[in-house]
Structures are given as C-alpha cells and as structure tokens.
C-alpha cells in the first residue's frame, strides 16, 4: 500500500500537485472552523448570557438577560419611555463614559435585578423609573 | 459604521432595512447574516412585523443583485472585452460563459444563503459572462428568500442570543463549504491513486507476460 502510494506520488504531474495542495489546505481550514463551531457550541450550552456589544440596545440588552428594561434605563441615567434605541457606545459616548464603563454598569443592574436579589419595583407612569 | 447601520434598524425600521441590503448585496461590506438575527430579535421583541420584514429583506436583497448582474454585464463585459482585444484569451472566456451558463444557476442559489460571501462576486460574474437574466432572477429570488426566511426566523427562535449565534452560524457555513470541497478534492485524489495503482498492475501484467513469452520461446 505505502509502496503504491509512492508510486502515485512518483507519477503526479503540477496538476495533481496543485489538487492535492489544495486538499490539504481545505483539511485545515474546515478543521479550524469545526474547532471555532464547537467551541461556540460549548459557549452557547454552558453561558445563558452572551457579552454586551457596542451594537445593543438597551431593550436588547433587557431582552437577552431576560430582565425588565427599565432597570437598565434607570442604570444608566435614562427615561425608559420613550426608549432610547440608539446602541449603548453611542450612549456611552453622548454620556462621557467608555464602552467597559457602561458595560459595567448594565453588568451589575442585570446582577441586582436577578435572584437571589429582590425583583425591582415596576416603573412609574412618567417614565422615570 | 457597522454599528451605526445596525443601530438604524430599530430606529429607522424597514426602510433602514431595504436600504442596508441593498448596499450589502451590491457588493458593501456589512455582516448582514448578524443583522437578519438582529431583525429576527428586534420582530420577537414586537418592534417590527414579521411579513413586513421578509417582503421588504428579500426585496432590497434582490435589488443589490441586480445591481451588481448589471455592472458585470455593461461594464465588466466592456472591460473583458478591451482586455482579451489587447492580450488574447478570447477562448478562455468563451469557456467560462459556457461553464457559467451550465453551473450559474446553482452558483447563483447556493451564493445567496449558504455561502453569502461569495453573492457579490457571483452576481458581477454572471453580468460578466452574460449568463441569461431570466434565470438569474430566478435562482436569485429563491435563494434570498428562503435567506431572508431562514435567519430571521432564527433569529426569531433564538432572539435572546444573536451574536452568539451568528458567530456560531458563521463558523458552521464554512465547516459545511469546507467539507463538500474536501470530499469533492479527496475523490478527485484518491482517483488520481487508483489510476496510477492500475497504471502499475497493467506494467505488471504486461511485464509477467513478456516474461512467460520469452520462456515458451
């Protein structure tokens, strides 16, 4: 069998060189993205929640956590009627305050908004929770 | 600028999103399997109607391709047209509108849904070879609406872990393109090793046959 194959090898012409190069090359690539999917995989079992990222909003944020908004708004200095839609690095920057800062802030209202804390009050009428 | 267009979508709602892909469908550079999960969030969440979202997503998707079909065939055509006058290979475009007009359609199809990076190279490459608009606009709308179908609704299923998803998603689509090109090329060697094993067994044969020739002589 090895002596075949070395045979075949012997006969290969830049045509099959190239194939199998490019084998290879496709091996290793899926391999990668085989490793990265289970390892999202394994991520998504093990974590409910997902990291905060630039692009949320604050209601997205409220809805991934499972958590009511308004303690977010409130968190964050804001009316939660209307919501503010814009993503929270706009809502950093319109508040003077880094990406990690605000993270943090949202980080530890979703901490204090869940077990074993108590639940929060609901929010007033005006919107100004 | 990432950001900034997916933070227009719950503002601007499905305006934003027509606008968002017909840009990213031409050709721009957005992550807009990330934004249909968003979308898919944002119609779980109530702030958007799930038949508005599908009509209004295939719609621009499919207008971004046209764009596209349509520069490859009046510029791109005029550009190949120049170059092959002045440094040849005539022939090798014959052949390659010939392969696109065998194999486009599933060029076209799978582009749009599974392997959506390569959507805008194929749209500009079908204008290019003049692959037949009927067609195209066939496989096109199929393959962006079961597209825009299939992530928003899993976006919907899944609306509280979207980038998790999309990360996840993005991953599993090239494990799945990388798994039917490897099957493809490994078939393609391993006949290239049965061959040259044959090769070897006939050179045998014909060896053990001269061999008994010469002995009865």
């Known amino acids: 069998m090895r002596q075949r194959i070395l045979h075949a090898l012997k006969t290969f012409h830049w045509q099959q060189w190239l194939v199998a190069t490019m084998f290879l090359f496709?091996?290793?690539?899926?391999?990668?993205?085989?490793?990265?999917t289970i390892r999202d995989a394994i991520y998504w079992h093990y974590h409910q929640d997902e990291p905060i990222y630039g692009?949320?909003?604050?209601?997205?944020?409220?809805?991934?956590?499972h958590v009511p908004p308004h303690i977010l708004y409130q968190a964050l200095g804001l009316p939660h009627k209307p919501p503010d839609k814009r993503p929270s690095r706009e809502i950093a920057k319109s508040q003077h305050r880094s990406m990690d800062e605000t993270r943090a802030i949202l980080q530890e209202a979703i901490t204090h908004a869940r077990p074993p804390y108590p639940p929060p009050p609901p929010p007033n009428e005006k919107g100004t929770s | 600028?990432?950001?900034?267009?997916?933070?227009?979508?719950?503002?601007?709602?499905?305006?934003?999103?027509?606008?968002?892909?017909?840009?990213?469908?031409?050709?721009?550079?957005?992550?807009?399997?990330?934004?249909l999960l968003v979308i898919g969030s944002l119609v779980a969440q109530g702030e958007m109607k799930l038949w508005q979202v599908l009509v209004v997503g295939s719609a621009?998707?499919?207008?971004?391709?046209?764009?596209?079909?349509?520069?490859?065939?009046?510029?791109?055509?005029?550009?190949?047209?120049?170059?092959t006058t002045k440094v040849g290979g005539a022939d090798t475009v014959k052949r390659a509108e010939a392969f696109s007009k065998r194999w486009?359609?599933?060029?076209?199809?799978?582009?749009?849904?599974?392997?959506?990076?390569?959507?805008?190279?194929i749209n500009l490459s079908s204008g290019i070879?003049?692959?037949p608009w009927p067609r195209f606009i066939v496989w096109d709308v199929l393959g962006e609406v079961l597209w825009v179908v299939l992530y928003v609704m899993l976006g919907n299923i899944f609306s509280d872990r979207v980038q998790t998803l999309a990360a996840l998603l993005g991953n599993l689509i090239w494990v799945i393109v990388g798994g039917i090109a490897a099957t493809f090329l490994g078939w393609k060697l391993f006949q290239y090793f049965r061959n040259a094993g044959v090769t070897q067994v006939e050179k045998a044969d014909i060896a053990t046959e001269s061999g008994m020739g010469a002995s009865i002589s």
């Open chain 2, 1 to 35: 600028m990432i950001e900034q267009l997916l933070a227009s979508l719950p503002l601007y709602g499905v305006p934003a999103l027509f606008g968002i892909l017909v840009y990213s469908s031409a050709g721009g550079p957005f992550p807009d399997t990330l934004m």
């Open chain 2, 104 to 121: 486009g359609g599933a060029a076209v199809f799978f582009s749009r849904w599974l392997v959506g990076t390569l959507g805008p190279w």
């Open chain 2, 129 to 131: 070879t003049a692959y």
């Open chain 2, 60 to 83: 621009g998707a499919i207008v971004g391709d046209q764009i596209g079909y349509c520069l490859g065939l009046w510029g791109g055509r005029r550009l190949v047209r120049r170059i």
């Open chain 1, 26 to 36: 496709v091996v290793g690539f899926t391999g990668l993205h085989a490793f990265r």
């Open chain 1, 55 to 65: 692009w949320m909003t604050v209601g997205y944020v409220a809805h991934s956590y």
